[in-house]
């Protein structure tokens, strides 16, 4: 059963242009979203978070939007450059019992110069 | 800071083989964490620690995996013994505290293959 959902494998975009990454939830009881950045051969790092009582969250070029009534979070990157080329992963928490962190397969982001 | 250090970072093994991973984790995290992540899936948790304390082992395949962490510091994982549906990338992470003020740190990984 997967709660964390990406549907969208893979995306490519050109250089300078905005990044739109998405995601759906299935389990209403999630109040913490994150977002993680995994390059090939390494671990994923945390890149935002947003809480459930927020809808909007921004670091620099960073942007991540909630909407709890789509049970629909994304991300936005601008401009988005070549070295945001990643696997970014989506992934919530629940915060009670013991705030287990559940992540998507994950959306390949291909930024072409 | 140091960061979460795993090893070996690869190994390939026979099924029905035994194979253990390490992991230490940043200093002073109180939580640990054991994923495995199958190729194209997202990591799924097998295993979370509570300094040296299991929290949460339901995904765990209790029958081949094994997990410890001695004096809440460092970790291993074992499986024995190994089936060809083993074979991922088995990632370590670790934080101050569980929840939402604490994200989660990970490890380089292992990557495992069972032929």
């Known amino acids: 059963d997967q709660q964390v959902k990406q549907n969208s494998p893979s995306l490519s975009v050109q250089e300078g242009r905005i990044s739109i990454l998405n995601c759906d939830y299935t389990?209403?009881?999630?109040?913490?979203f994150l977002w993680y950045k995994k390059y090939p051969a390494e671990g994923p790092t945390f890149l935002i978070s947003?809480?459930?009582?927020?809808d909007k969250n921004e670091d620099g070029r960073f942007t991540v939007f909630l909407n709890k009534s789509a049970k629909h979070l994304s991300l936005h990157i601008v401009p988005s450059q070549p070295g945001d080329s990643a696997v970014y992963f989506c992934?919530?928490?629940?915060?009670?019992?013991?705030?287990?962190?559940?992540f998507g397969i994950g959306t390949k982001l291909q930024v072409i110069p | 800071e140091a960061g979460v250090a795993q090893s070996p970072r690869y190994k390939i093994i026979e099924k029905r083989q035994s194979v253990a991973f390490w992991c230490n984790p940043i200093?002073?995290?109180?939580?640990l964490y054991w994923y495995q992540q199958i190729l194209g899936q997202g990591p799924k948790l097998l295993i979370q620690?509570?300094?040296?304390?299991?929290?949460?082992d339901s995904q765990l395949p209790k029958d081949r995996f094994s997990a410890e962490r001695l004096k809440g510091v460092d970790s291993t994982l074992k499986i024995q013994p190994a089936k060809l549906e083993d074979s991922a990338v088995y990632l370590c992470?670790?934080?101050?505290?569980?929840?939402?003020?604490?994200?989660?740190?990970f490890g380089n990984g292992t990557r495992l293959t069972v032929t």
């Open positions: 992470a670790s934080s101050l505290a569980p929840g939402q003020n604490s994200p989660l740190h």
């Open positions: 389990n209403s009881m999630f109040d913490y």
């Open positions: 947003i809480s459930s009582i927020k």
């Open positions: 992934a919530a928490i629940y915060s009670g019992g013991y705030q287990k962190v559940t």
């Open positions: 200093s002073g995290h109180a939580t």
């Open positions: 620690f509570q300094n040296n304390g299991v929290v949460d």
